[in-house]
């Protein structure tokens, strides 16, 4: 396991909310490998945004509570380290974030080349033996700023930015929905990190830029050999840009495989349910008029005992009903907790 850049193992948390403690995440895995591209895959609500968050230590404040598991970077456990190390570390340098919504992550006062700026006078992997002066007074060295400027002007045209001066000297208002994302991109890889963290990073888009930004983030990962975690809903995405797919239900992780096996040889039952709900021509054997799988996900104030899924899968059993499936290894990279899998004949 050792070759792991992150290795999030049983992690259990929940929000308080004024019906009592709702568990989102409870137990739930997850694992990338340096320079992979893993999906995270699920419903609405199954917790992927939370997941994310907890990595970036980002969870809202006061709001949430930890109740158990690990989750390792680069061999640190990020839950027990001091949280101030890893905001000074890690979070925005060695951990980066693409968001959904490149718009309301800009300050609309301040032009696009400030703003970079900003980041780097922070982030820059250039960054070392600058002291520790408190911020107001933090000197940007000149010669660093002029290799972090160099820098950033290479990284726009690496995210297929035209023109990338006029580019900065222009308000976020100014540039079209298609090239903040590209600019978020940028952000995101600019201090040089190992894992990006991008949260369904094309929701906000037009469905015809949408591939242009996955196949951005896909180059750029493989050019740059950084390690992404994106959490979308949806599986076209991870077919386009993933090498592996983790797939979440209610909180927990079920099945993650490299991305041929998960789309040729499914074996949760849930996992298989996701893939029959997409839409496809009738010639291929899909309903024109898909109606998504029957049942509805649990309230996280009143999970199902056993697999979580066992309410609405066809094969549950009663062993299904009282205790989750452990952990079992189907192939390489292909992990899977059912007790009835659907196994190749
Ligand atoms: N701060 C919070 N307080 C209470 N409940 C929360 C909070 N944030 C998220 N939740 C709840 O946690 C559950 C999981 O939300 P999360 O956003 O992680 O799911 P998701 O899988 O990313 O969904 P989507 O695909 O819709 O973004 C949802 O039921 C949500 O209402």
């Known amino acids: 396991m050792s070759e792991l850049l992150l290795d999030v193992e049983n992690l259990t948390l929940g929000f308080r909310t004024e019906r009592g403690l709702a568990r989102i995440l409870d137990g739930a895995s997850l694992r990338i490998a340096p320079g992979q591209v893993m999906g995270l895959v699920g419903e609405s609500g199954c917790g992927k945004t939370t997941l994310a968050r907890a990595i970036l230590g980002v969870l ?46 800009f300050n609309p006062v301040f032009t696009i080349g400030d703003q970079m700026m900003d980041l780097m006078k922070w982030k820059s992997p250039r960054r070392k033996g600058e002291g520790r002066w408190p911020a107001l007074l933090q000197p940007y060295p000149r010669a660093r700023r002029r290799a972090d400027m160099e820098a950033v002007l290479e990284m726009l045209a690496a995210v297929q930015l035209p023109n990338p001066r006029a580019i900065l000297r222009k308000y976020p208002h100014e540039v079209s929905g298609g090239q903040r994302q590209r600019l978020m991109i940028a952000m995101a890889l600019l201090p040089e990190p190992d894992l990006v963290i991008a949260d369904e990073p094309t929701t906000a888009l037009d469905v015809t830029i949408q591939a242009q930004i996955l196949g951005v983030i896909r180059r750029l990962a493989t050019e740059r050999r950084v390690a992404v975690l994106l959490t979308t809903h949806d599986l076209g995405s991870a077919w386009e840009i993933c090498d592996a797919v983790t797939v979440m239900y209610a909180g927990q992780d079920v099945e993650s495989a490299p991305i041929d096996a998960f789309f040729a040889a499914p ?39 056993g697999c979580r899924f066992h309410p609405r899968c066809d094969r549950a059993t009663e062993a299904c009903r009282v205790v989750r499936p452990e952990e079992t290894q189907l192939a390489a990279g292909h992990r899977l907790r059912c007790y009835h899998p659907r196994l190749p004949a």
């Open 60 to 105: 809202p404040a006061g709001g949430a509570r930890i109740d158990g598991g690990s989750i390792a970077f680069r061999g640190r456990d990020l839950l027990r380290e001091d949280p101030a190390i890893v905001a000074r570390d890690l979070r925005g340098r060695a951990i980066t974030f693409i968001p959904q919504d490149p718009f309301s992550s």
């Open 267 to 305: 074996a949760h039952p849930y996992t298989t349910r996701l893939l029959e709900s997409l839409p496809r021509a009738p010639e291929e054997g899909g309903a024109a008029d898909v109606g998504g799988i029957p049942g509805e996900v649990p309230s996280p104030l009143a999970q199902p005992a």
